[in-house]
T-cell receptor, first 110, second 114 residues
Framework: AQKVTQAQTEISVVEKEDVTLDCVYE???????LFWYKQPPSGELVFLIR??????QNEISGRYSWNFQKSTSSFNFTITASQVVDSAVYFC???????FGSGTQLTVLP | NAGVTQTPKFRVLKTGQSMTLLCAQD?????MYWYRQDPGMGLRLIHY???????AKGEVPDGYNVSRLKKQNFLLGLESAAPSQTSVYFC?????????????FGPGTRLLVL
């Protein structure tokens, strides 16, 4: 069975601080994909990134970066210089059938 | 190109009533999914469909039925609503269900069962 754990239920930071959201996963598959989705207060789910199990290179997209470490089964998400608009619930997810973590509520205070 | 749309956005039901949630996608995706989101539990898969005319059970299928009569539509039915089905329901679609295929989500339907 697959499992995704996001141990941080809620995080609050002040604008411009960096913040890292943790994601730890369990799977017996040798090939798998990991995802991050953002759910802003409006409620929709926005796809952020997909990473496959064979590619452990870190990825950066603007203020967002992702650190995938297969050795520790982690796929952490860092927001640099956070902004109020980053306030949302962030979900980590794992295939095959998309298994979601319970989410981390990020609040960025002005 | 509307992506994935869901109807209705919000609904209140009394226990025992029935209703159907409609999901539509205009991306010509083969695969469609229904999830429910409950506080502190992330999203859980209810049912999914790998193509027109097919459906399969997910993690929490009890109390729900689905139909995929047209490729672009995926219906979720509650025959006899229960308070435990109060939740936010999300529909998603993907081009196929390969290991790495990205699912795209609709805006959600908030359902309250009294």
């Amino acid at each position: 069975a697959q499992k995704v754990t996001q141990a941080q239920t809620e995080i609050s930071v002040v604008e411009k601080e960096d913040v890292t959201l943790d994601c730890v996963y369990e799977t017996r598959d040798t090939t798998y994909y990991l995802f991050w989705y953002k759910q802003p207060p409006s409620g929709e789910l926005v796809f952020l990134i997909r990473r496959n199990s064979f590619d452990e290179q870190n990825e950066i997209s603007g203020r967002y970066s992702w650190n995938f470490q297969k050795s520790t089964s982690s796929f952490n998400f860092t927001i640099t210089a956070s902004q109020v608009v980053d306030s949302a619930v962030y979900f980590c997810a794992l295939t095959r059938q998309l298994t979601f973590g319970s989410g981390t509520q990020l609040t960025v205070l002005p | 190109n509307a992506g994935v749309t869901q109807t209705p956005k919000f609904r209140v039901l009394k226990t025992g009533q029935s209703m159907t949630l409609l999901c539509a996608q205009d991306m010509n995706h083969e695969y469609m999914y229904w999830y429910r989101q409950d506080p502190g539990m992330g999203l859980r898969l209810i049912h999914y469909s790998v193509g027109e005319g097919t459906t399969a059970k997910g993690e929490v299928p009890d109390g729900y039925n689905v139909s995929r009569l047209k490729k672009q539509n995926f219906l979720l039915g509650l025959e006899s609503a229960a308070p435990s089905q109060t939740s936010v329901y999300f529909c998603a679609s993907s081009y196929f269900a390969g290991v790495g295929e990205t699912q795209y989500f609709g805006p959600g339907t908030r359902l309250l069962v009294l």
